[in-house]
């Protein structure tokens, strides 16, 4: 098995701000690099299904999963390759996973919209919108039952704010005080539809109507993030109750790959934009080099790594056996 | 001795006390089941016992606190949730069908899911269309749930001990009416195994295969046979999944004439599976149709003389068998 880097969360305590940011840098190249693979593997037809691409969102899930540890829990969405490699998971079997081999983290039963990983908390992308709220919940429940000092990340979209779902537990997470850390990727679409078309009155004032702690940040800035979520989950883990946090970001792509033709809801020049205007990798690079961090080779040196790493994985995958058809049956129950 | 004799509520307040003692993970998750012990009393003194933190009133949240016992299951807690009322699993469904009942499987059996959900069943009680249904049918159709129908209270300990430790996802349906039905119960501890059916009653003529609230109408149904010379088996799935399939169909085998009961609605429903089990079982050893009787395909509706028509009745089971083994 191949690694790209080392565990989240644990890179940076020990060390200085230049390596934390590397790290970070390298954990949002290798998202970008994972899904630019998997646009390629789809586009040629090797992938089944679907696939919803983060590309555009990666200083969210990493500057979020850099302020936990490893067995702080996670869920995650449809769009969730991003929050799985910020946790830890490792692109080859991620990737053997979205072409329903064995050697998956499913054993190729869950696919691009379901992995899920023990070892890294992952407690599994959800593909109902606005279905993991309650397994956060529960997890932070357990957490706070069993005394453990674990908090709990519930990842999903602006999307899942017309859900009932997430207002239920928002409400027992506040009167339980539960660690648990609601955060809104607002990348501004539901699906095909503006979500100004879609959500009356504010994100914020959602969460703050139940006395939740909540904050905004721009989710293009990794730092920004970060501070915010080292915070909120600093706060969460010694009993100060539930957090959400709205981060403002863009989704590249389409919904899914296959949303190809954008223009009746979104302009090419909006796309544009936010990719030369507010990349959240050039925004960092950017800084990683005014700071004298790294200079551009070195950075293109880490993208070149990481992109040989990346097809390796896909060839991994690739030539990986598909699960044997007694594997049907496994599973059903425990 | 002779076991002593609790009612139905009891049996089930003291499987979950044994298990509560027995296993510090157990904890109660529902509206109004800690001080109130439930609108049924069901759970009255457990809150005493084992304080606020392991018996956790909600607000009238079902998807909510339900959502919360899935993942509180996949980390390590073994939550049993209380749905006052069958009808209300409505609100459940995402959370039981495709998170509880998928969590496994989705993972490649990485997270397992040990929950319990009990809820109720059964009309009858002037409650209306909203609280009177018997949705059971919902989950047994769901690949990755399991669904417990006790019909006693012997089974309800028994079985809901054994639902507790379960590694799945458990629906453990309870019929209203029976909360005050007696019967023996051994005051120590004992499980019964989830998918082992019970012959309620032997007999040779036919076969009445009945659950949850059809099991008292059959074994009263098969004392009116008796009177008539004809001996009725009553044999009780106790499970509709995992399904005892030999028990059903080796007992339509010996008396080749069968009526399956279940109070659920009958179109698509538990006695349509049960039936199609049996014919494909015990085709050729079977003198006559199997025939299904459950709750008439309408809303409950409130008019006491309209609500009891909709059920199936000792009379009517009684004539129903009658005529399949003496036709006129």
């Keep these: ?334 | 001795m002779p076991d002593r004799e609790i009612t139905f509520a009891q049996a089930v307040r003291e499987a979950l006390a044994e298990e509560m003692r027995r296993d510090s993970r157990v904890c109660i998750i529902g509206e109004d089941v800690a001080e109130a012990g439930t609108p049924f009393k069901v759970l009255s003194g457990l809150v005493e016992e084992f304080g606020a933190k392991r018996v956790v009133d909600t607000p009238i949240s079902e998807a909510g606190f339900t959502g919360v016992a899935v993942g509180a299951a996949m980390t390590g807690l073994r939550p049993v949730v209380d749905i006052m009322f069958g009808d209300f699993i409505t609100l459940t469904m995402d959370q039981m069908v495709n998170q509880a009942a998928k969590a496994h499987y989705m993972s490649g059996g990485h997270w397992k899911v040990p929950m319990v959900m009990r809820t109720t069943l059964g009309a009858t009680r002037r409650s209306a269309a909203q609280h009177s249904q018997s949705l059971h049918a919902w989950f047994s159709h769901v690949p990755g749930l399991k669904v417990v129908l006790p019909s006693t209270p012997y089974d309800a300990k028994g079985l809901l001990k054994a639902a507790i430790r379960d590694e799945n996802p458990v629906v453990f349906f309870e019929d209203k009416m029976m909360y005050k039905l007696k019967g023996p119960v051994p005051e120590n501890d004992y499980t019964i195994p989830l998918g082992v059916a019970d012959v309620k009653r032997a007999g040779d003529d036919i076969t009445l295969v009945a659950t949850s609230s059809m099991v008292q109408v059959a074994l009263g149904a098969a004392i009116l046979l008796e009177k008539e010379g004809i001996s009725a088996e009553v044999v009780d799935p106790r499970t509709t999944w995992p399904l005892d399939e030999k028990t059903l169909i080796d007992s339509s085998k010996k008396t080749s004439r069968v009526i399956v009961l279940d109070e659920g609605y009958g179109r698509y429903g538990v006695t349509a599976e049960l039936a199609a089990v049996i014919a494909e079982g015990a085709f050729y050893d079977l003198d006559a149709p199997v025939k299904r009787m459950g709750a008439m395909h309408v809303p409950i509706p409130f008019s006491p003389p309209l609500e009891d028509v909709t059920v199936p009745t000792e009379q009517t089971v009684f004539d129903a068998a009658r005529s399949m083994c003496k036709p006129s």
């Excluded at chain 1, 998202?31 to 998997?38: A, D, G, H, M, S």
């Excluded at chain 1, 970001?249 to 809801?265: A, K, P």
Aim: aromatic content about 8%.
């Design chain 1, 1 to 334: 098995m191949t690694t790209v880097t080392s565990k989240p969360g644990v890179g940076h305590e020990a060390g200085t701000e230049k390596e934390k940011w590397l790290h970070a840098y390298r954990q949002m190249v290798s998202i970008r690099l994972f899904e630019e693979q998997v646009n390629e593997v789809y586009t040629r037809a090797l992938m089944p299904g679907l696939a919803h691409l983060y590309s555009g969102e990666e200083a969210v899930a990493v500057g979020i999963c850099e302020a936990l540890r490893i067995d702080d829990y996670i869920t995650s969405t449809h769009r969730g390759h991003g929050h799985c490699l910020a946790k830890g998971a490792s692109p080859d079997r991620m990737f053997a996973e979205l072409l329903g081999k064995e050697a998956g983290y499913c054993r190729g039963k869950g696919g691009s919209m379901h992995i899920a990983d023990p070892a890294t908390g992952n407690l599994g992308a959800n593909a109902i919108v606005g279905g993991s709220v309650g397994i956060a919940t529960g997890a932070a429940f357990a957490a706070k039952n069993l005394g453990a000092d674990r908090v709990a990340v519930c990842f999903f979209g602006e999307g899942a704010l017309g859900q009932g779902s997430l207002y239920e537990v928002m409400n027992l997470a506040q009167l339980w005080k539960l660690p648990v850390i609601y955060v809104c990727e607002n990348n501004l679409y539901n699906e095909y539809t503006h979500y100004t078309e879609t959500t009356a009155g504010t994100i914020l004032g959602r969460a703050a109507a139940f006395g939740i702690e909540t904050a905004s940040v721009d989710g293009q800035d990794v730092r920004a993030v970060n501070e915010v979520a080292e915070r909120l989950v600093k706060r969460s883990r010694a009993g100060g109750g539930p957090a959400f946090l709205q981060c403002d970001t863009y989704r590249y792509g389409g919904h899914h790959v296959g949303d190809i033709n954008r223009e009746y809801y979104r302009s090419k020049q909006e796309e544009q934009q936010w990719k030369t205007e507010r990349d959240p990798i050039l925004v960092l690079a950017k800084w990683l080099i005014d700071r004298g961090y790294a200079d551009a080779a070195f950075l293109d040196g880490i993208r070149n790594e990481i992109r040989a790493t990346m097809e390796a994985a896909v060839k991994f995958a690739i030539a990986a056996p598909y699960p044997s058809v007694d594997e049907v049956e496994k599973h059903v129950y425990a």
